[in-house]
Each structure stands twice: as structure tokens, then as C-alpha cells.
């Protein structure tokens, strides 16, 4: 297997030992404000957010965004020891990823030397600790120099930024005071816990006009060359630390690098930051906040990945989702989607978002794209996937009150509850269908990129009727436990009824479902095509809408075993489209194997294992989330962090990175494949009545444990393979697989034989 | 004096031999679709201009654009010929600044190589002419690597783009075949005179994810590794040739870059490129055209650098104003101006010029600030710019239609003749006075960065109602030109008195003018201002507008040399902003010495030396002129590239770079400069009745020739100093000083005498 690194899960770590994986491994830092991305160098961007708009603080593109130099004041040689651009022989490398904090240690010639960052839970810095240690058995005059590069220029204008070292603050400052800006964080500071001896303000005079960060001009000398800056774009802040260390002798400095309104505020900031123990206290209350959500949802199965995965990494992951989701300007569908997964951790958060999102839906029941920053494609999935969040949200909570909340409708004077919400959304749905009756395809659905069917009105989506049949069931479920809605339910099953044979009357081909119809009245997805012949997400979510009987669908996912099923996962579609094919849209632009084009694009992979679990086909699910696992023997350098989950693998027709992923972290997956696991595969989750015990577990495992809050309420679960089905809440037993509703605070053991 | 480099004329070169100048030095390479910024180390970004946009063709940004890689197969040594990224001890480096080619040349360890690269005067691609000599006396395997960094991505979304070698093409092809856009370009091609021995298309594999240009890592194995590249943002390409050299012998390689709509494209463009003698006839067809320009005007003075810099180099850098200037988004003041200068080289474009500029003028008289693309910020001043080109126009081309000739007005039905355009310019001014009758400041003047002055529509410009005086008198000209204008005439030159006098009373302080009243009845630029006291526009337009009689202008001229002259120029306000000032707007947000807010900005110091010369202080326009000269021994370190003028040196106040100038080349400074040694200097200028000849020389100069293209025919004049003015032309001594039109295709001897 490709050497990475390992898990510590005592201390909730994973220890990247490798400096030169397949690609850079990122971590997150952040509070509501502040967001860094920091990968196993220390490299990454930090943001600020304000408003709708991020300030960048610190510069990242894979590029020297934080450094620590050290030099030898005797021999003159220097380096750095988080990227070692040098290329020396380094005696240790480690790069700690931590909840709330990254760790970089190396040890060069005796010299060990550790850079921390974390990023406190509230305000908007970023904060170091630096340790250095002399472990060689002289003497050792070391000059310990930090260096960051800032984002110091709110503007273009560059004649508007200085900077300088600043005797108030005792610290480096760029300032960037330009006209007509509608906010106030001009400044960017840099101040550690002692004075410097010397620093830099510009890599003009650090690093100097022709040189690199392996051999910066400036170490060159005793000393940095105290000179300001102005009207740059190549600001740095570097300090110069004259230490003197005996053998054994650890010397540690902070620094914080913070973003501000003005010099009083930078030193407010820093004398805050820099107080006994702020680093240490801060790193803390992280954790405290992690632990406290770690421990909504512990599992014990033999399968130690999925064990580590589920109790601490998805579950920041998803964390960083619920927070900063919306960096890569997700939008309606994705935080509907995280929503539903949220419930179960944060109830609170989980209305807020449900508000926020019916806020952008249009009265006419077709919620936009994407919001902040606003999309307007018009896309015509948005309405389906309503009703699943609503329910899981008062599955989870119990909290009826959510559906009589009265939220507008976007860009207009309408407003209406949330129960008027969801109806008009499945009223788009319903009203909006084409000649063969099914739900017009318009700008798109959750394949982004088919995006060209729809525009003529006559396109029409099986995939987005499939889903339409799924929403009426769930509306249905809701309306059942409002009560009194029989006319409405009646109604509405009905409508749902002629869709369901509409789609089996054009898009159904017997073992699989095709994709859609064009404008054009040309079949997707179909097994007439020569390109694109399967989709993946029609066979899952007819299953999940239960299109057919229990036989058909099985028949329809044998079709995605034997056809999308590749060495690292499920693909897309197949084949992947090779020529372009403007009817269909970008998709059919993109290479073979990328994206929505052939990827195994794991949010799919999750509606996979979903409906696996739904068959009952609990082998197939646990196989279907090992082929996607880091550590897939056959996928084991795919360059994914092994603590995270991708949003893709490049598909096995990519011409040249099979099996490749870009990157992590910021995809809904990580909320998809979690629920796979918790709510699907070990089977817990709330239902109205209750919480649902119904376990699907591969045959491998005959026992395994979970500890679940369930409104308030502790459920400690023991699972035992039994061969036959039996639910024990506090040694009764239960008829069906609901355990009870219980107060907030108590604790109840559950034993769930199977 | 700083070393950079020399002059050598014989080849209409600069030589470069600091490989490390204080910053990169700049050259341009161009046709009217195709752009290439490169720097003495062959760094730059290329562009393709369609329609109002450009596409990029290599990345720029100070790194890696193009390099040429020599690797020794006996030693393994290997490095760039052109950046010297692993800093060895070259034994060798020029690089050759030329008239529509760059040539760098090093030489190391025996082995002698040069880059010159080209751009062919049509099509969209840059050539490259590499060779390679053995210098040694033994023979050599050397392995030759040309390298570029290809802009492939059309589009963001890098899963449309793929590139791998093309057998067809017989090279490299990096293709993004993107959906849904605007324009066919999605192929960038590579393709040298010979089949490569293998390539690499990615710089994940050519240099490695974590190594360095330094450090290739497909250079420490034999071959490059013929991977294909797709899904990607790091593309590169590169070709490796397998060279044996002989003592003595040299190698040429000829390669193409190119963006094609397809690979068709790309074999048609890449066979017409590589054709014998392609390269060499490209080169020779720029340097004819050029030539062709130069001979329109050939001075012969005692100060060499002017004689190269006017007979050459500024006729370059205005060449490439006049197709590309507006890649930095000028606009009706910058396009106006430059074509003041261009009517004396090309009638026909600036006749164009004209129509393009007033199609953007609004039907209230007032012009856009800029076009293409659209600013509307409220500047009042760009109608005041119009009477000075269309009567340089007419004087240098005799063409009196051009004021009949119907163009529109902006974004309207409209439509009127030039001369109603200019006409509804004045209107526009001096119909939109305040209270003190001065023409309204509204959202500024030439001074872009006082822009918060006079949005009350209160505020008042004195720079702008001196222009206006200015602009009148024009106008009167043209009107008289024309003949039978004597009542409008005689009414807009009452409106000009009244004008003027309004100036005299409120913004003329005895031995200044101030700059304007703002909108709060605040001065700017008056001697009771703290900061920002003395403007130098104020002063030198008063003197282009006759604003005083001689004594008077004189007394604020020596104001102008009193307070804002420094060791290399003058500055454009003194003392500078160091506090913010709101009513001011963002020239006070500015770092003391930046941009408007006193660096020395060479366009204001041009009105200078023409006002200088104006008031017949010849000694003064000279000093000038050299105090901002590359080689002005008090700042002979500036950044300038001594064969182009800066638009700007940092001013003295400016706290860490002062006299440094950032970037040159694309500046209306280089016409005015132009103007002020060729028709104000040697005075040798069109009039509308003739070629006017009246120099203000200065009185270390007895002697100078000039050679001048003027309706098609040609005047050979010499100068001499003699003490009093007389002007023979063929022989006969003549009355004034306007040597008579002649036809076309004659050449004419004119002695002037002084």
C-alpha cells in the first residue's frame, strides 16, 4: 500500500509520515468567520468571511504560505522545515492532522523543530506555536525565523498598501487603507510572543527579486534588513529569533497572524492571542465542541476504518460542510441534502438551514440553484428533495412546530409556511411534465451537467420523475403524521400513481431505467445509445423510490453490478461519451471518466449503498464502501486523505489518472456516506415514533456496538447475529424495530439481535 | 551607472547583459491579433485578442513561460539557458532587445545556445529559433529541451481539456473542447522543425509535483516519459531532442506555439510557420515595417540617446499604444491623445481613431470615460481632448472632410459630424459650470484619483475650465480653417473670456493656479492647503492656454521649478497626501510619492517640457527631459528599461522605493514625448498650411539635423545656430517659419537657421 501515514485515535490524529504524497493532503481549521486550509506543508489559504465575501488574509497555491527557517548561526546553513525546499535529508518528518489544528515536526542535524497552527473558535487569526529543540549534546546559537505570506491588498491599487514594523504593537503590520471599500479589515498583522531581533516586510528584500524559498536572500546575512514596504504585491512578514540553546533545551514562540480594522485592533487582538495558554485553551475548546458532536453517534464493528471514519473524521468532514459548505457555492439541492444529515447532530441548525434554503425558492415552487453567490440556472430538481430533509429533520426531532413556520418566497412579496413550501415545490414538479408525462427536465437535475435537454419545455427527466415518486412518498409520510391531510394524501398518491406508470411506460427497458428523453426526443441512458447506455443514479433511486417490485429492482441493480461496477467503486454512466453531443450537454464534452462522464463520483456511489441496504444486500454494501476507501488495494494511491472522503475518483476510461482524486473535504459524499453507514448499514435512525433499529450488516460481522443520542435520550446498542430478528430496549422486548421515545438525559441499553 | 546594457544601433538592438537587473525588463512582440509580453529572460504571457476579449496562449506571471533546457547525456548536467534557475556560472548571457524579436544567448561548459522568438506580422502564433553550438574541442551529446507553459484551459472546468502528442501534427496538442463557448479557439499546439525523441505535456510529470524548474525531475532519466496529460492545470510542453555535436558545430531548431480551432488547424498554421526560411521572413517583415515608420522622421542631434530613442525606440513603443493600448482599458482621454501623435505617422488610423473615440461619446456632449471595456465613472474632462486632436489631424494631413463625417452618439439614435461632436463637447463644458463659473469638476478630470470632489455637481476644476480655455482656442482654429464660422467664432471666444476671467478670480493665486474647489468649498492646490499645496498641471496648462501673459507665465513656471522638481523629474503635487481625505477621494488614500499623489508622473511631466518650450526655455526642456532619462545619474536604478519611457518614478516621499519605476511600454507618455522633442524641441511640426519649423533647442546644441515625412513629401532640414531665425527652403529663404506643402514622393532641402 501507498506509505502515507497512520491513525493515533487516542489522540485523534492522523500522522501523515510521507512529505511527498501523490498530492498534497489538506486539513480545515475554522470558526464562523475564519477559514483556512492548511495541507501537510502548512500551505493554504485563509479566509475571512464578510458577508457574502471571503478576505483573503493569507496567500496559498500550493506555495510557501507559512515557513519556518531555521539557521545555524555557526555553519550559516539554513532551511526550512515544513516544506524543505532544500531537499535535505531530514532525520524526522511528521505532519500531525489534528481536530482543530495542524502539526508539522521535523529534525534536521539535531535541531527538532515543530510548527502548530489552530485557529480559535471565535475572531478571525490564525495562531502558531513554534518549538524548538536542541536534541544534539552542544551548544547551538540557531536562528528561529517564522515567515507567512499575507494577503495584505484589499484592492488592486497597490499605491494604497505600506507596511512596517510597528513599536506599538510589537509586530509587523500591512495596512491597505483604499477609498470606497465596504468594509473595514485594512490590516493584516503578524506579532509573536517576544520581539524580534530582526524582520522583513517584502520578499523583494527576504527572498529577493531572483530567488526562491529555498534561498532566500536575507539569510544570507546576520540579520533580516528592517526595511517597511509599500505599493507591493510581494508582501511577506518574516521575524528574525536570535536563540541560544543548550542540549535538551526547548524554546517555544507563538505568533499570531490576524486580519484587522486598524493598529488599536491588531493590538487588542494579539494581547488576547498571545495570553498564557490562549493557544492551548484554544486548541481545547475545539476539541471540547468535537468531542461533545463525536459523541452523538459511537460505533464499535469490526471494521476499525469505518470505526474511526464514522466516530470523529466524517463527522468533521460534515462539520466543515454545515459551516463553510458554502465556499465552493453550494447551493440549494447540497444543503438540502447536508440538511437531512445535519438533523441528527444539530436540530437547531438543521431549521435554520431548512429556512435559509425555502428562502430562495421561487413562487412558482422551483427553488434556485444556488444562492450565495445566487445561480440562476434553471435547474428543476430543487423541489425533490423538500420533503426527505423536512422528514428527517422532525424524524430526528420530533419538532412539528417547523412545518407552520412562515418563510418568503425568493424576489417577490409571497410568503408562505413551510408545509405551503413543500406542496408548491411537488406542484412544480407535477405541473411542469411533458408529452409522456413525466417531469420535464428544463435546465437540469442532479446532473449538473446534462444541461442541455430541457431548454425547449420538451425534454422530459426519468431520473427527476423517479425522484418526484420518492418526494410524494415522503410528503405523504409527513402529512400522515400532521394528520388530518387524508383528501390531500389521497390526491396526491394518485397523481404519483400515473407518473410511476408513465415512467414505466417510456423509460423503463426491463433491467434498467434510462436516464431521460431530449428535447429532441432522443433516449439517455438507454441501451439503444451507443455512449452513455446506464446511469447509476436511475437503477439507485428507483430502487430508493420503489419503482418496482422487490424482484425488478433486484433485477435493475444486477445491471449496475454488471455494468458500473469498475476496481474503485461504481461509475457514473456507461459507456463514458467520447464525442461531444450538444443535445446532451457538457457532460458530453467532458473526458471520458471525468465527472458526471464515467467518474465514480462517490455522492452517487453513496445513493448505491443506500439502496444496497434497502435490498437488504448488506454485502454488497459494505464491498460498495471499501471499493471507495482510501486503502482500496486496488485504488491505494489515489492521492485522497485517508481521513476524509472524495467527491470523485477519476473514472478507469480517464486517459491518464484512473482512479485519481482531486480533492476532498468540500463534497456532500462525506453526509451521504455517513448516513450509509449509521442509518442505513447499522441501521439507526430516528423515526417519528421513535428511533429505528434495523440493522444491515455484512456477513462478516456477527456483532457490533452503538451509542446513539436520540432526543437527548442515550440508546447504548449491542448487535448480535442471531439468524433471526429481536429488539430488547432495557430487557424488553420490543414488537417491530422502533425503540421508544425517552426523556432527555436518560440512558438505555438496547440489545438487537439479528 | 547601473549595468545593464548597451545600445546597438547598427542592429536596432539593446543589448542586455545583467542577467539580474533590478527587476525584469520588458519587451513586446505583436500583431493586431496576437500579443507577447516577454522579459530579458524570454518570461511573458501571450495573448490572442477575439473580439473584445483575450485568450491566453502561454502563462506569464514572472515564471517559467518559456525555457530551454541543455542536458549533457555524458555528465547528466542539465539547465536552462535562460533564467539560470540552478544559478551556475554561465560563461555567457546577452540578451538581445529587437526590433519584433528576442534573443537571449548564454553559454556554459563549451555549449553556446540561443532562444530568439518572434511573432509573424499575421496569424496567432510565436516562433522560436533555437540553437545549439559545441564550442568545445571534443564532441558533445547534448539533449535539447524546449519547454513552454501552454494556457490550455478555455474554461475553468479542466475536465474538458486533454493533450497528448499528435502524430498527425507531428507535436504537441492540448486541446479544450469546451460546451457553450463563444468562440473557437480550443486548441494550443506545439510543433518543431523536427520529431521529437520524446515529450512530456504535463508538469506533473515533466517537473514533478514537488520539484522545481531547477530540478526537472524527467531530466534525471533519459527521456522525457511520452505521457499524455488530461483533467489538468499544470500543462506543459516540452520536447526532447537528441543532439551529437561536433567542435564547432551548431544545430538549428525552429518550433511554432500556436492556438488553433482544431488540429487541423494547427498542421496548416504549423507547416506555414515551419516552411524554409519562415522564421528568418517573419523577423524581416516586422523590422521593414518598422523601418518604414522610423524613416517618416530621423533626427540627428548631439545627444545620442535621443537620436535612438526618437529615430526608434519611442516609435515602437507608440506603435504598440496605437494596436494594443488598450489592453489596459484606455479610453477616450488616453485614445485621444495617442492619436494627437499618430496623425503625423498614419492619417489613415487616425482618422479611424477619431470616429472610434466620438462613437462613445454621450449626446450631452460628455464621452465616456472609457470603452472596451465600458467605464462609466462621470469624468468631465474628455471632451476637453477633442479640438487638439482633430486639429492635429488636420494639420498633418490636410484633410478637412474628416468634419463632415457622420458618426454616433453613444448608446442612443443620435447620430452628428465630427464637427458637431467637438462642438457638443464644448457645449457640454461650458454648459456645466458652477457657481463661480468654472466648468463643473463632476467624477474628475485628467486626474483620475481626485474622483470624490464633485458628485454634488458643485465642486469645480480649474485644470479642467484651463483646458477648456485651452480647447476654445482650438476650436477657433478649426472654425477658421474652415472659414465661414466667423459668428460662432466670435461668440464661443466671448464665452472663452468670460471663462478665463471667472479662472483669473477664483483659482489664480499671484504665482500659482490651484487645481479646483470641491463640492464642500474646499481649495485643492492652493498655497493655503496643508498638503497637496501645488499641482503641476494647473500650472503647465495655464501655460498651454495662455492663461497670463508672458511675465505671468513665466512667475508660475518658476513656482513649478521652485516646489516640485526632484533628483529625477517632477512631481505631480507637492507635499503629497499623507492623511485620507474623503473630499478628496482616493489620491489622498494613496502612499505619499504613488501614482497621482506626488510621484514623478511622466505624462505631466511631458506637458512640461512642452510648456517649457512654449515659453522658449529650451535649456529647461532639455534638463527635463534628461532628469527622467533611464540614465539620469541621480536615479540610474530605477527598474526602467532604458529603450522605453515609464509612465511613472515613485516620487521622493515615497517611504521605501523612491524613483522606481514599475512598468513602461504602455503609457501615453511615449507620444507626448514624442511630440515634445520632435515638434516642440526641433519644432518641426504639421500646420495647416505647411510644415512648421521653429526650434526650441537647447544651448549646448549648435547643430542637428532632421529628416521629416510630412503630406508625402520630404524635408531634409539642418539646424544651425546662428543667433537669428531664418528659414531657407531649396534655397529660398522663406517669410515665417512654415515651409510650404509640396506634392507627393518630393524631397526638399530646408536650412534652418537659429
Known amino acids: 500500500m501507498a506509505n502515507i501515514g497512520y491513525f493515533d485515535n487516542a489522540k485523534k490524529e492522523y500522522v501523515i509520515t510521507n512529505m511527498r504524497p501523490r498530492r498534497p493532503l489538506s486539513n480545515y481549521l475554522w470558526n464562523e468567520l475564519f477559514l483556512l486550509n492548511i495541507d501537510n506543508f502548512g ?8 458577508s457574502s465575501e471571503e478576505r483573503r488574509v493569507l496567500f496559498g497555491g500550493g506555495e510557501a504560505t507559512r515557513l519556518v527557517y531555521i539557521k545555524d548561526r555557526d555553519t550559516k546553513e539554513f532551511y526550512d522545515i515544513n516544506r524543505n525546499y532544500r531537499d535535505l535529508a531530514f532525520d524526522k518528518y511528521e505532519c500531525h492532522v489534528g481536530i482543530g489544528y495542524q502539526q ?19 475572531g478571525h487569526a490564525e495562531l502558531w506555536k513554534i518549538t524548538v529543540k536542541n536534541n544534539s549534546n552542544t551548544d547551538r546559537n540557531i536562528d528561529l525565523i517564522p515567515y507567512g505570506r499575507p494577503d495584505a491588498n484589499v484592492t488592486t491599487h497597490l499605491a494604497y498598501g505600506h507596511a512596517d514594523y510597528d513599536s506599538a504593537l510589537g509586530g509587523l503590520y500591512f495596512c491597505h487603507d483604499a477609498f470606497a471599500v465596504d468594509h473595514d479589515y485594512s490590516g493584516v498583522y503578524m506579532k509573536a510572543s517576544e520581539l524580534p531581533d530582526s524582520y522583513d516586510l517584502s520578499d523583494i528584500n527576504f527572498k529577493g527579486v531572483y530567488n526562491s524559498w529555498a534561498n532566500p536572500q536575507a539569510l544570507k546575512e546576520d540579520s533580516l534588513t528592517n526595511k517597511g514596504a509599500s505599493f507591493d504585491d510581494t508582501y511577506c512578514a518574516a521575524m528574525q529569533f536570535k536563540l541560544t540553546l543548550k542540549p535538551n533545551e526547548e524554546k517555544v514562540l507563538y505568533v499570531v497572524f490576524g486580519i484587522a480594522t486598524g493598529i488599536e485592533d491588531a493590538i487588542a487582538q494579539s494581547n488576547e492571542y498571545l495570553a498564557e495558554n490562549a493557544f492551548e485553551n484554544a486548541i481545547a475548546e475545539v476539541k471540547r465542541i468535537a468531542d461533545e458532536m463525536d459523541a452523538l453517534y459511537v460505533l464499535d464493528t469490526p471494521d476499525e476504518y469505518i470505526n474511526i471514519m464514522i466516530n470523529t473524521w466524517l463527522k468533521r468532514q460534515i462539520s466543515l460542510g454545515k459551516t463553510w459548505g458554502r465556499v465552493c457555492s453550494k447551493g440549494f439541492r447540497d444543503i438540502m441534502q447536508d440538511t437531512a444529515g445535519l438533523a441528527a447532530f444539530d436540530g437547531k441548525m438543521a431549521r435554520e438551514k431548512i429556512l435559509l434554503c425555502l428562502a430562495h425558492q421561487r413562487p412558482n415552487g422551483n427553488p434556485m440553484r444556488a444562492f450565495d453567490p445566487i445561480a440562476r440556472t434553471p435547474y428543476y430538481d430543487g423541489a425533490a428533495w423538500i420533503p426527505a430533509t423536512v422528514l428527517a ?12 413556520e412562515v418563510c418568503p418566497y425568493f424576489e417577490c412579496d409571497e410568503e408562505g409556511t413551510v408545509f405551503d413550501h413543500m406542496y408548491r415545490g411537488l406542484r412544480f414538479l407535477l405541473d411542469n411534465r411533458g408529452a409522456r408525462n413525466m417531469v420535464l427536465w428544463g435546465g437540469g437535475d442532479w446532473n449538473d451537467s446534462i444541461n442541455n435537454t430541457g431548454y425547449q419545455q420538451k425534454g422530459e427527466s426519468a431520473w427527476l420523475s423517479i425522484a418526484t415518486v420518492k418526494a410524494i412518498t415522503e410528503f405523504c409520510r409527513i402529512c400522515e403524521i400532521m394528520g388530518g391531510k387524508d383528501e390531500l394524501i389521497a390526491n396526491i398518491k394518485e397523481e404519483q400513481a400515473l407518473l410511476k406508470a408513465a415512467i414505466l411506460e417510456n423509460a423503463f427497458e426491463g433491467d434498467q431505467f434510462i436516464y431521460g428523453i431530449t428535447d429532441w426526443d432522443e433516449l439517455v441512458g438507454s441501451k439503444t445509445n451507443v455512449e452513455g447506455q446506464t446511469y447509476l443514479n436511475a437503477q439507485t433511486w428507483a430502487v430508493l423510490a420503489d419503482m418496482l417490485d422487490e424482484e425488478g429492482l433486484n433485477k435493475i441493480m444486477q445491471t449496475v453490478e454488471d455494468k458500473l461496477k469498475c476496481d474503485f467503486g461504481y461509475v457514473q454512466c456507461e459507456p463514458p461519451y467520447s464525442k461531444k453531443d450538444e443535445h446532451i450537454g457538457r457532460m458530453a464534452y467532458f473526458i471520458p471518466g471525468g465527472y458526471e462522464n464515467g467518474s465514480v463520483y462517490n455522492h452517487g456511489v453513496a445513493f448505491k449503498i443506500a439502496a444496497d441496504c434497502k435490498l437488504g444486500h448488506a454485502d454488497l454494501a459494505y464491498e460498495t464502501l471499501k471499493l471507495i476507501s482510501y486503502d482500496n488495494p486496488k485504488n491505494d494511491n489515489s492521492g485522497v486523505e485517508p481521513y476524509v472522503v472524495t467527491n470523485m475518483y477519476l473514472g478507469p476510461q480517464e486517459p491518464n489518472r484512473p482512479g485519481f482524486s482531486f480533492y476532498s473535504w468540500i463534497t456532500g459524499t462525506a453526509g451521504w456516506i455517513y448516513r450509509d453507514v449509521t442509518e442505513f448499514m447499522l441501521g439507526v435512525g430516528g423515526e417519528w415514533t421513535g428511533l429505528k433499529i434495523k440493522p444491515c450488516l455484512p456477513s462478516a460481522w456477527n456483532e457490533a456496538t452503538v451509542s446513539r443520542v436520540y432526543r437527548g435520550a442515550t ?24 425503540a421508544p421515545v425517552f426523556p432527555e438525559g436518560s440512558v438505555h441499553t438496547v440489545v438487537c439481535e439479528f
Chains 1, 2 share one sequence.
Open 43 to 50: 500551505f493554504g489559504e485563509s479566509f475571512l468571511r464578510i
Open 104 to 122: 508539522i515536526i521535523s529534525e534536521y542535524k539535531g535541531i527538532e523543530t515543530s510548527l502548530t497552527v489552530t485557529v480559535p473558535t471565535v
Open 393 to 404: 429533520y422532525l424524524n430526528e426531532t420530533g419538532d412539528l412546530s417547523v412545518l407552520d
Open 715 to 738: 440508546y447504548n446498542i449491542s448487535f448480535k447475529r442471531t439468524g433471526s430478528y429481536k429488539l430488547i430496549v432495557d430487557g424488553n422486548a420490543i414488537d417491530g424495530c422502533i
